[in-house]
Nanobody
Framework: HVQLVESGGGSVQAGGSLRLSCAAS????????MAWARQSPGQEREVVAS???????TYADAVKGLFTISRDNGKNTLVLEMHDLKPEDTAMYYC???????????????WGQGTQVTVS
């Protein structure tokens, strides 16, 4: 049974930073593709950053240079560092994982419950 549990969301003023964490029960020894996705009210969910088992990363244009994704396979943890946040970054942020080629279009099959980020 795979569990992904996010933490670290909250409210921040524009220009601020937040650090999201995801504790994964998934067998990271198998090194799945892991990613962060977000969804705003009335919007489709979008994957904003992914990282493969070797640490290769992919970012959506909207967050490139502002967000950094990282993983610690030994601790089964995924992290998203977000800087210079804007009101349009307000969304529910989800930790997700899947198999196969790793990018923003990977077939992500495991999802956490999400953590809310609000930027004002």
């Amino acid at each position: 049974h795979v569990q992904l549990v996010e933490s670290g969301g909250g409210s921040v003023q524009a220009g601020g930073s937040l650090r999201l964490s995801c504790a994964a029960s998934i067998d990271t020894i198998r090194r799945p593709c892991m990613a962060w996705a977000r969804q705003s009210p009335g919007q489709e969910r979008e994957v904003v950053a992914s990282i493969d088992g070797d640490g290769r990363t992919t970012y959506a244009d909207a967050v490139k240079g502002l967000f950094t994704i990282s993983r610690d396979n030994g601790k089964n943890t995924l992290v998203l560092e977000m800087h210079d946040l804007k009101p349009e970054d307000t969304a529910m942020y989800y930790c997700t994982a899947g198999w196969g080629y790793c990018d923003l279009q990977t077939d992500f099959i495991y999802w956490g419950q999400g953590t809310q980020v609000t930027v004002s």
